[in-house]
């Protein structure tokens, strides 16, 4: 058995100031990954998803075309107001205030939870027993991520992550934390492990404006964190060492589990 991870502190403020810059500046998932997912965990659309930390919905959005309801969960308001204003309407995704703690069976029953870039911030251990009493016997966990590939097109990436360490306060994220214990081993802890991992590589246009909003989108450089004039610092900085960047290489990817 693996110990059990230490939760990162709950703090439903930290994503208010990303809120504005999230959608314009994340990495979206490929539409071939949501489509492979939908189709390895059965989805249909008599099916209820939970997007559990949706942000601004990007997977909210592009799994409701596939199923009856889809329930998208956020504790921050700016994160559900963005959320809202871009579903433009989509009548089958409902809103629903609240953070994994908040997690009950009157939510109803789910054949698929959906966590983007979310999970991490959790008491995981806790939130997988949660989730173990909301979803369908046969159905499933997915865990949606970003990375980039160590390939010449992504040699811009250094510059970046160098520039945002320069100006990220030390809170204590889990990629400093030698401890940190992956989610991988936390799933198979849980009641959901039997695990797959699967994965879309592209390259996509990107441009220094973009990679901007990436910075600002980041709990550990948004503009709550940094202030004003650490925002305007950053900004100016990337602009200024990145304005060349053309393309990146992505790997979206989905870390799916089910019970054994």
């Known amino acids: 058995m693996t110990t059990a991870p230490t939760p990162q502190p709950y703090d439903p403020e930290r994503y208010r100031s990303a809120a504005a810059h999230y959608e ?6 490929a539409p071939a990954l949501i489509r492979r997912v939908a189709e390895v965990v059965g ?6 998803v939970l997007d559990l930390g949706c942000g601004p919905g990007p997977l909210a959005r592009q799994f409701a075309p596939l199923a009856q309801e889809v329930v998208a969960m956020d504790p921050t308001p700016e ?12 009548a089958n995704i409902r809103f629903v205030a609240g953070s994994s703690y908040e997690l009950d069976p009157a ?46 097109a992504n040699a ?19 990629a400093h934390d030698p401890n940190w214990i992956r989610h991988e081993a936390v799933l198979l802890d849980s009641p959901f492990a039997w695990l797959e991992q699967f994965g879309v590589i592209e390259r996509r ?30 900004t100016a900085e990337v602009r200024s060492a990145l304005a060349d960047v053309r393309e990146e290489v992505v ?4 870390l799916v589990a089910w019970r054994p």
């Open 24 to 29: 314009h500046g994340r990495v979206s998932y």
């Open 107 to 152: 939510l109803g029953r789910f054949h698929l939870v959906v966590m983007g870039r979310s999970f991490h911030w959790m008491d995981r251990v806790d939130t997988l027993k949660r989730l173990d009493r909301m979803i369908e016997p046969a159905g499933a966990v997915a865990l949606f991520a970003d990375s980039a590939p160590a390939i010449p």
């Open 156 to 174: 811009w990436l250094k510059t970046w992550q160098d520039i945002c360490a320069r100006y990220e306060p030390k809170i204590g994220a889990h």
């Open 205 to 234: 246009p990107l441009d220094v404006e973009t990679l901007v909003q990436r910075t600002l989108s980041m709990g550990s450089t948004s503009p709550g964190h940094l202030g004003e004039t650490g925002t305007a610092a950053i």
């Open 251 to 254: 790997m979206t990817s989905a």
């Open 79 to 90: 994160m559900l107001n963005a959320a809202r204003a871009l579903a433009g309407g989509i």
């Open 43 to 48: 989805l249909r659309r008599q099916h209820r």
